[in-house]
């Protein structure tokens, strides 16, 4: 599927100023006007570089070599990249070239207005890959690249007629959700989490809480015992780790996963979210059904997980604000959104890709040309940096770009602030003295472009004892450390791989 090329069209105009040029090996000429019709644009020569470019205040093409693009990639650094957007912010006002992976170039988007202005106009910006210069050039392969940038069969890369084909009946399942009865599960889950660790005085809450408590929740919500929600947490972990192999392996896993979910409740519906999907008007097909059920985990797990993880980091190193929540000035909530606005869990969200020329600040963007949403950039603007009150806290506080905006925010959004906030208010209720074990200096982030958050939050506490089990409480599955296997009488392709994954841990 090839972007469609057509004339120059201009782009709001930015406050923020452009003061340097842009870093890029003589790109071949963008073209300001369209192309007569019957005449194309003159061939770029042999070795130019991909063809984005931006301009100087002179008007004149910015060139340089493509070892100067600032890179995404690698280690993230201790203090996280907000150094990094505020120079590139310095040097090339809203907008900047950057390298997403080695040889793979895209525009950052720094200024807030841009973000919003970019994830409101689809007319203009698309979300399929498939219309990325790169894979349409051959120098990406999207069945090779990471999943944040293939290509999947779900409503996040759809546009027009086909995204709302895809999200409708997602957004019918989740209006479905009883919110009441939703904040009960979230609550024993998460006391169920901590009921493993309180006993011991010390813990830690990202790998013990904070990354296990979503992904069981959604899989309450896809009708299924706990069991399984800790073998998906457990695949998705692997997914996104260092292992490469053990990561491909994965990803076949949890494609069985949803593939057996949605042939399970097919065969006997049930009130949740896959069931209320499939019998949706829109007739989604059961493939369908299983990508857009993944899509809702793997794009609301790490993103709530750090969201809690940054937030209990807050609390735990801002005096001010641990003052203010303590003393009831500051809710849970106001806190989660201070958080999503200072420690954004997305700070930078792939893609969208041009579908013609168009001008963005000093930025001349090509048809094809990949823009990657720079959530923590944005919020970092200078035109929306807000005072803080006697909290600590940012004002205007609803105002972040966490949840997106446009045709693809994020339908869940009230279900994820839910899940932080019944997490956060557990730990901090039922963790007497919680404090830091380590200095919070010594503390290491996920190495990842898109995500923001801690690989590790050790914590200290006045050790407590588990919480009695609620006489209505089904007898629920066993948590990742239980001795017994669940009862699982079922022998279809979900049974078969949650013993696969059952034999693993004896």
């Known amino acids: 599927m090839h972007a469609q090329a057509v004339g120059h069209r201009p782009f709001p105009p930015s406050d923020a100023p452009f003061r340097a040029r842009a870093p890029f090996a003589c790109p071949r000429p963008v ?59 310095e040097r090339h006002g809203p907008v900047a070239a950057v390298e997403l992976e080695p040889g793979v170039r895209a525009w950052l988007l720094l200024g807030y207005r841009e973000n919003l202005t970019v994830l409101q106009s689809p007319h203009l910006f698309s979300r399929d890959t498939r219309r990325w210069r790169e894979v349409i050039e051959g120098r990406v392969d999207l069945s090779a690249a990471r999943p944040t940038l293939s290509w999947r069969p779900n409503v996040l890369y759809a546009d027009d007629a086909e995204h709302t084909r895809l999200r409708t009946p997602i957004v019918s399942a989740l209006s479905r959700v009883d919110m009441a009865a939703a904040a009960r599960d979230v609550r024993r889950i998460a006391d169920g989490l901590i009921d493993a660790f309180i006993a011991d005085g010390e813990a830690d809450l990202i790998g013990g809480f904070a990354d296990p408590l979503p992904v069981l929740v959604l899989n309450r919500l896809y009708g299924l015992p706990d069991g399984y929600g800790h073998m998906l947490g457990d695949l998705t972990g692997v997914v996104f780790g260092d292992d490469a192999r053990r990561a491909e392996d994965a990803v076949v896993r949890i494609q069985q996963y949803f593939a057996g979910l949605v042939a399970r409740k097919r065969s006997a519906p049930g009130h949740d979210l896959a069931s ?164 919070p200096v010594l503390l290491r982030r996920v190495p990842s472009p898109f995500v923001r958050g801690l690989a590790v939050l050790p914590v200290e506490f006045t050790p407590g004892e588990p919480g009695p089990r609620p006489a209505a409480d089904p007898e629920p599955a066993p948590g990742p450390d239980a001795e017994e296997a669940p009862r699982e009488e079922s022998d279809d392709l979900l049974g078969r791989l949650f013993a696969w994954w059952w034999s693993l841990r004896r």
């Open 276 to 439: 209320w999907m499939l019998e949706h008007a829109n007739g989604l097909t059961d493939h369908e059904v299983a990508h857009q059920a993944a899509l809702m985990n793997s794009a609301g797990h790490l993103p709530t997980t750090h969201l809690i993880g940054n937030t209990m980091h807050t609390l735990l190193t801002d005096e001010r604000i641990r003052a203010a929540h303590a003393d009831a000035r500051l809710s849970v909530r106001e806190l989660l959104d201070h958080v999503m606005w200072t420690d954004t869990p997305f700070q930078v969200l792939p893609a969208r890709f041009a579908l013609q020329d168009v001008r963005i600040g000093a930025a001349e963007v090509r048809a094809g040309d990949a823009l990657l949403i720079g959530f923590d950039p944005a919020h970092r603007d200078p035109a929306v940096r807000r005072g803080r009150e006697e909290t600590g806290v940012v004002s205007g506080a609803r105002a972040h770009l966490m949840f997106g905006a446009g045709p693809h925010a994020c339908p869940a959004r009230e279900l994820a602030r839910l899940i932080a906030a019944t997490g956060v208010s557990a730990l901090h209720e039922r963790l007497a003295g919680l404090r830091p074990a380590v200095d």
């Open 31 to 89: 073209h300001a006007h369209p192309v007569p019709e019957g005449r194309e644009a003159a061939p770029a020569s042999a070795g130019t570089a991909h063809p984005m470019t931006t301009r100087s205040s002179d008007g004149e093409a910015a060139c340089g070599r493509p070892a100067d693009l600032p890179r995404l990639y690698g280690p993230t650094p201790d203090t996280g990249r907000d150094s990094l957007w505020d120079e590139l912010r």
